[in-house]
């Protein structure tokens, strides 16, 4: 485990040299990486930085009013309501991985669109080691690793958690002093809901998706997964009162994890199971199916796509 005040102070210092007296950007998600790797730049550079969350239209429910609330005692925080350009680029779009690609291309150009604005040089950001494992390994691209686009519009990138674990990077959370909903909170994709829809990405999947994961997180707060979610997977056939459907099929996951490398699927009493389903399909007259996995990873990945 790293030496967590010994972390900060030398994060700290490598974000202040390497930016020394010019400014930079950092994409703020509310995930506990971003968050965290914000404070320290916040702490090093003060008013040099500008914290920016990007709306794709991709995010949790509620996501942008809490970031709007948690992250207010930074100054120059930016909210970018880009959720039409995310979507556009995204029609049409089924491969998994161009799909990240185009989400990690946009965020970099919404990036350098305030970096012109604010006259930033270099761009911040929350990477860590799996991330890094992940998509040197080709397992998948993350959109602040394999997903940066060759052309970037920055002096420098600076990750100074690129060589901590998930639980470290909570301790290092918790030393900072940052809310518990940002500590503890369970990880979320940088591509949002994007990776939780197989295939393509439209409004109404997104519908789905969104309220989906509301419901998991709520109902399986009391078991502390370490990461627990709700993916549309496709269609199946089903009944919606005296009517043939055929509507979305919405798998549920929740995983224990230390770091996010390996994960085994939880055991979920029946009851539970019963009731998140019946709010899911209660939620969405398109619904048609609510199926739990039970696979640990490896084999499989903890998100879809």
Known sequence: MVDVDEFIEEAKAEIAEEIGDRHAVIGLSGGVDSSTAAALAYEAIGDQLTAVYVDTGLMRKGETDEIRETFDYMDSLRIVEAQDRFLDELEGETDPEEKRHIIGEQFIREFETVAREVDADYLVQGTIYP???????????????????????????????????????????????????????????????????????????????????????????????????????????????????????????????????????QELDWDTLQRMQSRITGAHENVARVVYDVTHKPPATIEYE
């Not at 080709?138 to 959109?143: A, C, D, E, Y």
């Open 131 to 265: 991330d890094r494992i992940e998509s040197e390994g080709t397992i998948k691209s993350h959109h602040n690793v394999g997903g940066l686009p060759e052309r970037i519009d920055f002096d420098g990138i600076v990750e100074p958690m690129r060589d901590l674990y998930k639980d470290e990077v909570r301790e290092v959370a918790r030393a900072l002093d940052l809310e518990e909903i940002i500590s503890e909170r369970m990880p979320f994709p940088g591509p949002g809901l994007a990776v939780r829809i197989i295939g393509e990405v439209t409004e109404e999947k997104l519908e789905v998706a969104r309220e989906a994961n509301h419901v998991v997180e709520e109902e399986l707060e009391e078991y502390e997964p370490w990461q627990a979610l709700a993916a549309v997977i496709g269609k199946a056939t089903g009944v919606k009162g005296d009517n043939r459907v055929h509507g979305w099929v919405v798998a549920v996951r929740s995983v224990e994890s230390r770091d996010g490398m390996t994960a085994r699927a």
